[in-house]
């Protein structure tokens, strides 16, 4: 089970840090990843992890967050840095049932967390 913590209100130009932690010996060589929905519109990815290491991000948080992984502590981390008030929106980790990481779309993540919610004001 997959489970989100660090989410909460901040100023716009402010700083947060996402965790998720996971099961020991489950999704450590998973794919994993960051997502956000907002109400009315449909899941989108954020940043993605593969079991090497490489990361990809979508673009409208490219330079200002950071996702990474600590298998020792099986949590996963986003970092997020330089927050607008258009990145608010319940956010979710994911897991893929795959070392490899093919993109940012939701649809090829099996387990999912039950998200934690983050409120920029500008």
């Known amino acids: 089970q997959l489970v989100e913590s660090g989410g909460g209100s901040v100023q716009a130009g402010g700083s947060l840090r996402l965790s998720c932690t996971m099961p020991s010996g489950t999704y450590q060589a998973f794919c994993m990843g960051w997502f956000r929905q907002t109400p009315g519109k449909q899941r989108e990815g954020v940043a993605t992890i593969d079991n090497a290491g490489g990361t990809t991000y979508a673009d409208f948080v490219k330079g200002r967050f950071n996702i990474s992984k600590d298998n020792a502590k099986t949590t996963l981390n986003l970092q997020m840095n330089s927050l607008k008030s258009e990145d608010t929106a319940m956010y979710y980790c994911?897991?893929?049932?795959?070392?490899?990481?093919?993109?940012?779309?939701?649809?090829?993540?099996?387990?999912w967390g039950q998200g934690t919610q983050v409120t920029v004001s500008s």
């Open positions: 994911a897991a893929r049932t795959s070392v490899i990481c093919r993109g940012l779309g939701p649809g090829q993540f099996s387990f």
